[in-house]
């Protein structure tokens, strides 16, 4: 069992586990260290020599990154000497470097940029007119495309096929200004999580295809969220904006770090989900497929509750918040309704791995078994009022709240997606998380909550 | 010049690469060395005699011995590093060719020492012709019975200058790139698959035989206190008689290369000399007259002994040229892993490129050496240094080159 | 077209595997062997090497482009290895590159081949060819073609 020291950095005391990497402490106590290779999800690997920190009764300055804490340990972060190491350093990472700053879409969230504001500034005194060529934009597959030239050669997407993915599709080929990250000659890059490697890269080598030139990220808007494509509820940013005379939409999701659920990463459909909260949606009411207006549907809703009294069964898509869901609940038990939420339908055995991805596609199914929501399928016959439940039911009558186009049912309802709202999931194993709203549209579809408030006074 | 045959004793005989011939000139009677010596008791002697790894380093042997466990759960194995690369050493090859029998022999007696019973010879790719005759002096002392108790592996490398780094040449011989390692924090030894090893040149292998059977005390009657024993130095470039001569350490550099080396070619006049293959501090004729042939006199000249293999340069060398050609060198064999060396090593050859392609500026020296200095220290493994070693000590000696290039 | 080992080589493996710790050691010994039997390295052999000593085939590839004497595509001239470095260059290396300029060779710039004391050096194949004037060099080239 190693126990916790105190250790000196820039002259102030803090507590730390012996043995364990100074750059963790680093980083946990937020103290500026620039590095490009190391990550906490992949060790250590020692190539970019940025993280350098002089310690006391050492000659050379040491990489923090393979520095483990002792006792009485003085580290200095700081100081003319280590500055002008770094801006060494990092000049010789970009001579190299093609300046595509203004195409690169890794452009404001790029390392390389950050390091240069903080420890550069330099005029460039590279004199040699001629860089080191190599390919552009090549598609490795998933929707990543790598530029070899800008890669700094951290290792950090080799090391997570190998290590994380253990896919090992992608690898450093040649040796000295010739090394390269590829893939083998007609292979690509093929594993369920292939995206991730595009948050790993620090610099603009491994960008993604479908955010390709789509926005400049400082004009981005970000909260945060939950995946809702199964019941692992993996932590996300929602990156949205809306450009003046268009509507705010969702141009991706990124993956939110949480130990305790998903560590660093998110499956690529996870990741890809975004698109679906935008395409195909219902956004208007219909009563026979016939537009209406909310009034007219809220009318024609108060008849059919009156029309079927007593005969009225509620299903709950276990995809809705755990607010929504107690909502309708309070809804089913004032018109007197049986409740159900059929599981069985998420249920994909083929989709599960032994990363995150889990068998169950019900982002909050924990709650219906909480709530012990009734699990079987309501009975055919009288009114059935389906709260976006991907299954069809046999009934006299239909009212659908849908999130997404469908057709089937004598009255239909639009309701914002989960992303143009707010609530807490519970996943599957029961951690409670919230999501926060990211969408605000110009014309915004109204929530479950507010529909059914307004149908029951 | 006092005649030095401890490793190079058999190299004149005809047929010397074979059993027969090794045996009949006293080949493997050192072996009987073990049942008088107790594994510790080898080590010590070997401490004593003070023998310095011959692989460029300098290092004392002993220390690297004392490092494998005497006790383990784990096999023990040893590395011969036999990928010599350094331009201007051709040492190891003269071994493994004429006489190698005297490596297997000292194999067995440090593998004793150590407690391995496997020792892997790693060979550079492009030694295939040496290593035939090395694989069938190997082959003899298996049908010999000599290698009952220890097997010995020939794994062939496949051209990469890095490999002879020893923890690149372990990568290699796992499997991997031969990407040097990070260096532990305290003292151990090198791993191969998580198990010690012993990674030593093939020289300073080839060294223990002598010193096994004539003791510590006799071997450092070569030599000087701290560099006690021989060396096979080298001697290649504008030189009449080029070729490796074994001599004992202390000799003065001068009297080596006239002695046996004839002199300079064309009756020119010296002007440069690599003491110690290309990664070494280039001395001047001036210096050259006042050094000597051991590890602490270069070391005070600034310089390093490292493998001895000397590259000698005439009057009219243009020592721009010669540095870029160093240059190319490092360049083509970076390994690529760090930052400072795989940038650096591209960007100090395409300056002194551009120097010589009288393109140059004032501001491009001091450049030249500010990457020198950037590349000290600060990477994964001495090769970077060895660079900026190169770089500043044509720079600072030969600046007058230099200028009159721009 | 996949790549199968010789018998040969399939025996040479399998000796091998009991001399190291690990299988993943003979990485370099199967390119070589393969490298002879095809005289490249062509994918197949990497994935028929990958499954024989467990390695993931990228690695056998990332190993390839690290070493200069594989070749991923076959060789279809002589491939004449000539040393450029220091000792060679001042014992007269720009001669013999010169000289080989017309010829109808594939010339290859190599580094120290630790042949110093014998320079200028070529290889060709395994065979060191040391002390070379241009008449030399014509005459190995001539018995070789």
């Given at each position: 069992?190693?126990k916790?020291?105190?250790?000196?950095?820039?002259?102030?005391?803090y507590?730390?586990?012996?043995?364990?990497l100074?750059i963790d402490?680093?980083?946990?106590?937020?103290i500026?260290?620039?590095?490009?290779?190391y990550h906490?999800s992949?060790?250590t690997?020692?190539n970019?020599r940025?993280?350098?920190?002089?310690i006391?009764?050492?000659?050379?300055?040491?990489?923090?990154?393979?520095?483990?804490?002792?006792?009485?340990m003085?580290?200095?972060?700081t100081?003319e000497?280590?500055?002008k190491?770094r801006?060494d350093i990092?000049?010789?990472e970009l001579?190299?470097?093609?300046?595509?700053?203004?195409?690169?879409?890794q452009?404001?969230?790029?390392s390389?940029?950050?390091?240069y504001?903080?420890?550069?500034?330099?005029d460039?005194k590279v004199?040699?007119?001629?860089?080191?060529?190599?390919?552009?934009?090549?598609?490795l597959?998933?929707?990543?495309?790598?530029?070899?030239?800008?890669c700094v050669?951290?290792a950090?997407?080799?090391?997570f096929t190998?290590?994380i993915?253990?896919?090992?599709e992608?690898?450093?080929?040649?040796r000295g200004?010739?090394a390269?990250?590829?893939?083998?000659?007609?292979r690509?890059?093929?594993?369920p999580?292939?995206m991730?490697v595009?948050d790993?890269?620090p610099?603009g080598?491994?960008?993604?295809?479908?955010?390709?030139?789509?926005?400049?990220v400082?004009?981005?808007q970000?909260?945060?969220?939950?995946c809702?494509?199964c019941?692992k509820?993996?932590?996300?940013?929602?990156d949205?904006?809306?450009?003046?005379?268009?509507?705010d939409?969702?141009?991706r999701?990124?993956p939110r770090r949480?130990?305790?659920?998903?560590?660093?990463f998110?499956c690529?459909?996870?990741?890809?989900s975004?698109?679906?909260l935008?395409e195909?949606?219902q956004?208007?009411?219909?009563?026979?497929?016939?537009?209406i207006?909310e009034?007219?549907?809220i009318?024609?809703a108060k008849a059919?509750?009156?029309?079927?009294?007593n005969?009225?069964?509620?299903?709950?898509?276990?995809?809705?918040y755990?607010e929504?869901?107690?909502?309708?609940?309070?809804f089913a038990?004032?018109?007197?309704?049986?409740?159900h939420?059929?599981?069985?339908?998420?249920?994909?055995?083929t989709?599960?791995?032994?990363?995150?991805?889990?068998?169950?596609?019900?982002?909050?199914?924990k709650t219906i078994?909480?709530l012990s929501i009734d699990?079987n399928e309501?009975e055919?016959?009288?009114l059935?009022?389906?709260?976006?439940h991907?299954?069809?039911?046999?009934?006299d009558?239909?009212?659908?709240?849908?999130?997404?186009k469908?057709d089937?049912?004598?009255l239909?309802?639009?309701?914002?997606?989960?992303?143009?709202n707010s609530?807490?999931?519970?996943n599957?194993?029961?951690?409670?998380?919230?999501c926060?709203k990211?969408?605000?549209?110009?014309?915004?579809?109204?929530?479950i909550?507010e529909t059914l408030?307004?149908v029951?006074? | 010049?006092k005649?030095?045959?401890i490793?190079?004793?058999?190299f004149?005989i005809?047929?010397?690469?074979?059993?027969?011939?090794?045996k009949?000139?006293?080949g493997?009677?050192t072996?009987?060395?073990?049942?008088?010596?107790?594994?510790?008791?080898?080590?010590?002697?070997?401490?004593?005699?003070?023998?310095?790894?011959?692989?460029?380093?300098?290092?004392?042997?002993?220390?690297?011995?004392?490092?494998?466990p005497?006790?383990?759960?784990?096999?023990?194995?040893?590395a011969v590093n036999?990928?010599?690369?350094e331009?201007g050493?051709?040492?190891?090859?003269?071994i493994?060719?004429?006489d190698?029998?005297l490596?297997i022999e000292?194999?067995l007696?440090?593998c004793?020492?150590?407690k391995?019973?496997?020792?892997?010879?790693y060979?550079?790719g492009?030694?295939?012709?040496?290593?035939?005759?090395?694989?069938?002096?190997?082959?003899?002392?298996?049908?010999?019975?000599?290698l009952d108790h220890?097997?010995i592996?020939?794994?062939?490398?496949?051209?990469?200058?890095?490999?002879g780094?020893?923890?690149a040449l372990?990568?290699?011989?796992e499997?991997?790139r031969?990407?040097?390692?990070?260096k532990p924090?305290q003292?151990?030894?090198e791993w191969?698959f998580?198990n010690?090893?012993l990674?030593?040149?093939?020289?300073?292998?080839?060294s223990v035989?002598?010193?096994?059977?004539n003791?510590?005390?006799?071997?450092?009657s070569?030599?000087t206190e701290?560099?006690?024993g021989?060396?096979l130095f080298a001697m290649?470039?504008h030189?009449n008689?080029p070729g490796?001569?074994?001599?004992e350490?202390?000799?003065?550099?001068m009297e080596?290369?006239n002695h046996?080396?004839?002199?300079?070619?064309?009756?020119?006049?010296?002007?440069a000399?690599?003491?110690g293959?290309?990664?070494t501090?280039?001395?001047?004729?001036?210096?050259?007259?006042?050094?000597?042939?051991?590890?602490?006199?270069?070391r005070?000249m600034k310089?390093?002994?490292g493998?001895?293999?000397?590259?000698?340069?005439?009057?009219d060398?243009?020592?721009?040229?010669?540095?870029?050609?160093?240059l190319?060198?490092?360049h083509?064999?970076?390994c690529?892993?760090c930052?400072?060396?795989?940038?650096?090593?591209?960007?100090?050859d395409?300056?002194?490129g551009?120097?010589l392609?009288?393109k140059?500026?004032?501001e491009d020296?001091e450049?030249?050496?500010?990457?020198?200095?950037?590349?000290n220290?600060?990477?994964?493994c001495?090769?970077a240094?060895?660079?900026?070693?190169?770089?500043?000590?044509?720079?600072s000696?030969?600046?007058d080159?230099?200028e009159?290039?721009l | 077209?996949?790549?199968v080992?010789s018998?040969?080589?399939?025996?040479?493996?399998?000796?091998?595997k009991?001399?190291?710790?690990?299988?993943?050691?003979l990485?370099?010994?199967?390119?070589?062997?393969a490298?002879?039997?095809?005289g490249?390295?062509?994918?197949d052999?990497?994935?028929?090497?990958?499954?024989?000593?467990?390695?993931p085939?990228?690695?056998?590839?990332?190993?390839v482009?690290?070493?200069?004497?594989f070749h991923l595509e076959?060789?279809d001239?002589?491939?004449?290895q000539?040393?450029k470095?220091?000792?060679?260059k001042l014992?007269?290396?720009?001669?013999?590159?010169?000289h080989?300029?017309d010829?109808?060779?594939?010339?290859?710039?190599?580094?120290c081949?630790g042949?110093?004391?014998t320079?200028?050096?070529?290889q060709?194949?395994?065979i060191?060819y040391?002390?070379l004037?241009?008449?030399k060099v014509?005459?190995?080239?001539k018995?070789?073609?």
């Amino acid at each position: 069992m190693s126990k916790e020291i105190e250790i000196i950095v820039d002259a102030k005391t803090y507590h730390a586990q012996e043995g364990s990497l100074l750059i963790d402490l680093l980083i946990k106590e937020k103290i500026k260290v620039p590095y490009f290779c190391y990550h906490e999800s992949l060790g250590t690997d020692g190539n970019c020599r940025m993280c350098m920190v002089e310690i006391e009764g050492q000659k050379r300055p040491q990489i923090a990154c393979d520095t483990f804490i002792k006792p009485d340990m003085e580290v200095r972060s700081t100081g003319e000497n280590i500055e002008k190491i770094r801006t060494d350093i990092l000049e010789l990472e970009l001579i190299n470097h093609p300046v595509d700053c203004p195409t690169c879409d890794q452009a404001g969230e790029c390392s390389l940029q950050e390091f240069y504001m903080d420890y550069g500034l330099h005029d460039s005194k590279v004199t040699i007119t001629d860089k080191v060529k190599h390919s552009k934009h090549v598609d490795l597959g998933s929707n990543v495309i790598l530029d070899q030239e800008r890669c700094v050669l951290c290792a950090r997407c080799t090391r997570f096929t190998d290590k994380i993915t253990h896919t090992h599709e992608l690898g450093i080929i040649g040796r000295g200004d010739e090394a390269r990250v590829s893939t083998m000659p007609g292979r690509k890059l093929d594993n369920p999580y292939a995206m991730n490697v595009v948050d790993l890269c620090p610099v603009g080598a491994l960008t993604s295809k479908d955010f390709r030139f789509a926005q400049r990220v400082w004009f981005l808007q970000t909260v945060n969220s939950v995946c809702h494509g199964c019941a692992k509820g993996c932590n996300i940013f929602i990156d949205h904006n809306k450009i003046k005379y268009q509507d705010d939409v969702i141009y991706r999701f990124r993956p939110r770090r949480n130990d305790d659920v998903n560590g660093f990463f998110i499956c690529d459909e996870g990741r890809l989900s975004y698109k679906e909260l935008q395409e195909n949606r219902q956004g208007v009411s219909l009563l026979n497929s016939k537009e209406i207006t909310e009034e007219e549907a809220i009318q024609e809703a108060k008849a059919l509750i009156k029309k079927y009294k007593n005969n009225i069964s509620v299903v709950i898509d276990a995809n809705l918040y755990s607010e929504e869901i107690e909502a309708i609940l309070a809804f089913a038990k004032e018109i007197n309704a049986s409740v159900h939420s059929p599981l069985d339908i998420y249920i994909d055995e083929t989709f599960k791995d032994n990363m995150l991805k889990s068998a169950n596609r019900a982002a909050n199914y924990k709650t219906i078994e909480t709530l012990s929501i009734d699990t079987n399928e309501p009975e055919s016959g009288g009114l059935l009022i389906n709260f976006n439940h991907p299954q069809e039911f046999k009934s006299d009558s239909k009212i659908d709240f849908l999130t997404h186009k469908r057709d089937g049912a004598d009255l239909v309802f639009p309701v914002a997606a989960f992303s143009e709202n707010s609530g807490t999931l519970s996943n599957e194993d029961g951690i409670i998380q919230i999501c926060e709203k990211a969408i605000s549209k110009n014309i915004p579809i109204p929530t479950i909550i507010e529909t059914l408030s307004k149908v029951l006074v | 010049m006092k005649e030095c045959k401890i490793v190079s004793r058999k190299f004149e005989i005809p047929n010397s690469h074979t059993l027969e011939v090794s045996k009949a000139h006293g080949g493997y009677r050192t072996l009987v060395k073990m049942d008088e010596y107790s594994p510790l008791e080898i080590i010590e002697i070997i401490k004593e005699s003070k023998l310095r790894g011959k692989g460029g380093g300098g290092a004392p042997a002993a220390g690297k011995w004392a490092l494998m466990p005497q006790e383990s759960d784990k096999p023990s194995f040893l590395a011969v590093n036999c990928d010599e690369s350094e331009p201007g050493t051709f040492k190891d090859r003269q071994i493994i060719s004429k006489d190698p029998h005297l490596l297997i022999e000292g194999i067995l007696l440090t593998c004793y020492a150590i407690k391995a019973k496997h020792a892997y010879i790693y060979i550079r790719g492009e030694y295939k012709q040496f290593q035939d005759i090395l694989q069938s002096a190997i082959d003899e002392a298996y049908e010999d019975g000599l290698l009952d108790h220890c097997d010995i592996t020939i794994h062939r490398g496949a051209g990469a200058y890095i490999c002879g780094e020893k923890s690149a040449l372990l990568e290699s011989m796992e499997g991997k790139r031969g990407h040097p390692r990070l260096k532990p924090k305290q003292k151990e030894p090198e791993w191969f698959f998580d198990n010690p090893t012993l990674v030593n040149n093939v020289e300073t292998i080839a060294s223990v035989p002598f010193i096994v059977e004539n003791g510590a005390d006799v071997y450092k009657s070569y030599g000087t206190e701290h560099s006690p024993g021989t060396l096979l130095f080298a001697m290649s470039g504008h030189i009449n008689n080029p070729g490796v001569y074994e001599a004992e350490f202390g000799t003065p550099m001068m009297e080596y290369i006239n002695h046996f080396g004839g002199g300079i070619k064309n009756n020119k006049k010296l002007k440069a000399v690599i003491p110690g293959g290309a990664s070494t501090d280039v001395l001047t004729a001036k210096e050259a007259e006042c050094a000597t042939l051991d590890y602490e006199t270069l070391r005070s000249m600034k310089s390093a002994l490292g493998t001895g293999g000397m590259i000698v340069m005439d009057e009219d060398t243009c020592m721009v040229t010669a540095l870029k050609n160093l240059l190319e060198f490092y360049h083509e064999e970076s390994c690529g892993q760090c930052t400072p060396c795989r940038e650096g090593t591209g960007w100090t050859d395409k300056l002194v490129g551009k120097i010589l392609d009288k393109k140059g500026t004032k501001e491009d020296i001091e450049k030249l050496l500010e990457i020198a200095d950037t590349m000290n220290g600060k990477t994964i493994c001495v090769f970077a240094p060895a660079v900026a070693t190169v770089i500043k000590s044509f720079v600072s000696k030969f600046r007058d080159e230099f200028e009159v290039a721009l | 077209m996949s790549f199968v080992f010789s018998e040969k080589n399939l025996l040479k493996i399998e000796a091998l595997k009991k001399r190291y710790p690990s299988p993943k050691a003979l990485c370099l010994p199967c390119l070589w062997m393969a490298q002879h039997q095809e005289g490249f390295i062509s994918i197949d052999a990497i994935d028929a090497i990958s499954e024989k000593i467990g390695i993931p085939a990228m690695e056998i590839y990332r190993v390839v482009t690290f070493y200069t004497m594989f070749h991923l595509e076959p060789q279809d001239k002589l491939n004449v290895q000539v040393c450029k470095t220091l000792s060679c260059k001042l014992c007269g290396s720009d001669e013999i590159l010169k000289h080989l300029e017309d010829k109808d060779v594939k010339i290859t710039h190599v580094e120290c081949l630790g042949s110093c004391g014998t320079a200028p050096v070529m290889q060709i194949d395994d065979i060191y060819y040391e002390d070379l004037s241009p008449e030399k060099v014509d005459e190995i080239l001539k018995a070789l073609q």
